[in-house]
């Protein structure tokens, strides 16, 4: 039996569902696109929930405080950097615009300041990072302060000890002390962060484990957890649950895949669709074309093959993870389109002798090049397609784990990417008639 074509319309269709994906697909709703996203799983339920800027300089050990300061030593130093390719104002934009949606979805931000924010790691040591959902907002806060604070975990969970978190702390957080108690209600056996956190959205849980935490608070008016306060509402849970105490509370993420990751990827699957965005997720596209009236995407699931017809595209497929790019005994590729991928010469100068060289790894550089309208390069040196646009880490020239500034890249890149694209599509005689 022949299977039937599924078609669908748009005027964007964005490929890759992580952190730059979705953040394009928020910027083009916020400009009225028609939108289709798709793509696999991407890397967004790995992340900690921190939207780093810039935390570090290439080469230094030493934590960046200032990121705007940074940007612009960045674009003396390294001009080929996706972010030195970007103005200032337009990454704070994208800053405030990105988390601005989030908070009228449930995950309220803090916004874009001057500085960088001294945020925790689940290990217990120290990180920069520009903006922070508000449930973990009193731990920066607090250390700051050096406020008592009791940091506390559950019997049976993995990935998170209070007792890491002191030990590595400890010496810069006079005070501050471990407890363990069970979880409400899952007092035997090994607990989740995302069973817990989706119990907490229970009044009944909340009130029982508001009473756990004042009986382990002692005179310390300040509780630090594992992030777990609530998957769909955690504004809401963590203000019911500070209500209940009386204290302050702040979360730490967990190793991941943590909630925070996995709260912003149900917000974003969720309030993308109710504002029109057409999204076939978990599904590679297999294929990619162009011609004179538009784009082709071609990818099947278990019914049958799809068609995203769209008149541009943003590619924002990631890299070895996510599939963006493909790394091969010789070489590394672009699968999707064949596009030339900037690289090391050969395999043996992929890597440095030493793991932990403070140079990093040049393969950690790879990536496609993009035109100053983030086109991507074909061959040539000439854009693939006036159609065609790209954001993210697939973008090369950028050590994004190095310097801290993965979700930079990601939101600063995909805002440039939609504006150019708005461009284009608002300029093109052959657009499509979608736009609400």
């Excluded at 949606?101 to 689940?122: D, K």
């Excluded at 008592?148 to 019997?155: G, H, L, N, W």
């Excluded at 040049?362 to 065609?388: C, F, K, T, V, Y």
Aim: net charge neutral; glycine share 10%.
């Amino acid at each position: 039996m022949t299977e039937l074509l599924r078609t669908f319309t748009a005027e964007l269709a964005v490929i890759g569902s992580g952190m730059a994906g979705f953040a394009a697909s928020v910027f083009a709703v916020n400009r009225k696109i028609a939108t289709a996203l798709t793509g696999n799983s991407g890397a967004l339920a790995y992340t900690t929930g921190y939207l780093d800027l810039l935390g570090r300089v290439d080469g230094s050990t030493v934590a960046v405080t200032d990121p705007w300061q940074a940007l612009e030593n960045l674009r003396a130093a390294q001009t080929r950097h996706p972010l030195s390719r970007i103005a200032a104002a337009e990454i704070r934009s994208g800053f405030d615009e990105f988390t601005s949606f989030l908070g009228e979805g449930g995950i309220a931000y803090s916004r874009a300041g001057q500085r960088n924010i001294t945020a925790l790691t689940p290990a217990g040591t120290l990180k920069q990072t520009l903006c922070v959902p508000a449930t973990m907002a009193a731990g920066p806060r607090a250390f700051a302060a050096q406020a008592a604070c009791v940091i506390v975990d559950f019997e049976g969970l993995k990935g998170f000890s209070a007792r890491e978190v002191v030990a590595n702390l400890g010496d810069r957080w006079p005070g501050l002390v471990a407890r363990r108690i069970p979880f409400p209600d899952m007092a035997r056996g090994e607990v989740y962060p995302e069973v817990m956190a989706r119990a907490l959205e229970v009044p009944a849980t909340r009130e029982k484990l508001a009473a756990a935490l004042t009986s382990v608070a002692g005179q310390a008016r300040v509780i630090g957890l594992p992030a777990i306060l609530g998957m769909h509402r955690p504004d809401h849970v963590h203000a019911d649950l500070q209500r209940l105490t009386g204290l302050e509370i702040f979360e730490i993420p967990t190793m991941p895949p943590s909630v925070p990751g996995v709260r912003l990827r149900e917000l974003l699957e969720q309030a993308l669709p109710a504002r029109g965005v057409t999204l076939i997720p978990q599904h590679k596209v297999a294929r990619l074309s162009f011609d004179d009236e538009g784009a082709n995407l071609d990818l099947h699931d278990s019914f049958g093959p799809i068609r995203i017809r769209a008149q541009a595209v943003i590619l924002a497929t990631g890299r070895f993870l996510s599939g963006g790019l493909e790394a091969h005994p010789d070489r590394i590729t672009e699968p999707l389109l064949d596009l030339p991928v900037t690289q090391p010469v050969g395999r043996a100068d992929w890597y440095r002798e030493r793991y932990t060289d403070v140079r990093g790894h040049a393969i950690h550089r790879a990536g496609i090049e993009i035109d100053a309208d983030s086109r991507p390069l074909g061959q040539g040196g000439r854009p693939h397609s006036e159609r065609l646009f790209a954001a993210g880490v697939v973008v090369a020239h950028q050590d994004w784990i190095r310097s801290r500034s993965g979700a930079g890249i990601a939101i600063a890149t995909a805002y440039k990417a939609v504006l150019a694209a708005e461009s284009y599509l608002r300029e093109s005689p052959g657009k499509l008639s979608a736009r609400a």
